[in-house]
């Protein structure tokens, strides 16, 4: 059973241009989130997708934007980096079925370095 | 507003001690959930408990334990016997519902041989 897939795994861009960064949820759950985790803190909410529309969002700024397709993929795109934008960002996948099981697994993460 | 706080930024270890990490969280809402996550140099955060806000009973896997306490709004950790696998960062978290997961700072935990 494959767990939460990221890509890429590393990037590197410089300051002002876009980046993109994937995501594929464990095998049978359909809601995605996103999370930056800066170097020494621990992970920051972006926002969630369940149904391909964006559940929830933290106190992250428009560059931030994201999509869920069809088979519960997930992109993040960031718009016009910014140095503080360097982190390692998270992907986190869960079910959304109501029934009380919140199990949120978590994906190896893209480490994005913007010079 | 929702918030996690571990104190312990730091702790080191000699392999066989036990060691806890405390983590104290803040929330109004009456129905929330607590975790606990291990992050090691690999950057994946793996799942190691869920507890609810209405089973405050405190369980035991193998090595791990925890300590649920809603009077003080803690939820600590305990490794007995840690060993050097166990050297990772170590993340309380707290959620309500299908809501956002707030993390703590995380504590580094040290273990040497």
């Known amino acids: 059973d494959a767990g939460v897939t990221q890509s890429p795994t590393h990037l590197i861009k410089t300051r002002g241009q876009q980046v993109t960064l994937r995501c594929s949820p464990k095998?049978?759950?359909?809601?995605v989130s996103w999370y930056q985790q800066a170097l020494g803190q621990g992970p920051q909410f972006i926002f969630q997708?369940?149904?391909?529309?964006?559940?929830q969002r933290g106190n992250f700024p428009d560059r931030f934007s994201g999509h869920q397709f069809p088979n519960y993929s997930s992109e993040l795109n960031v718009n016009a980096l910014l140095l503080g934008d360097s982190a390692l960002y998270l992907c986190?996948?869960?079910?959304?079925?109501?029934?009380?099981?919140?199990?949120?697994?978590f994906g190896s993460g893209t480490r994005l370095t913007v010079v | 507003a929702q918030k996690v706080t571990q104190a312990q930024t730091e702790i080191s270890v000699v392999e066989k001690e036990d060691v806890t990490l405390d983590c104290v969280y803040e929330?109004?809402?009456?129905?929330?959930?607590l975790f606990w996550y291990k992050q090691p140099p690999s950057g994946e955060l793996v799942f190691l408990i869920r507890?609810?806000?209405?089973?405050?009973q405190n369980e035991i896997s193998g090595r791990y334990s925890w300590n649920f306490q809603k009077s003080t709004s803690s939820f600590n950790f305990t490794i007995t016997a840690s060993q050097v696998v166990d050297s990772a960062v170590y993340f309380c978290?707290?959620?309500?519902?299908?809501?956002?997961?707030?993390f703590g700072t995380g504590t580094r935990l040290l273990v040497s041989p």
């Open positions: 986190a996948s869960n079910q959304m079925t109501g029934r009380g099981d919140y199990g949120y697994t």
């Open positions: 095998s049978g759950h359909d809601t």
């Open positions: 997708y369940y149904e391909e529309e964006e559940r």
């Open positions: 929330t109004r809402d009456t129905t929330y959930y």
């Open positions: 507890r609810n806000s209405f089973d405050e």
């Open positions: 978290a707290l959620s309500t519902g299908f809501q956002k997961l707030v």
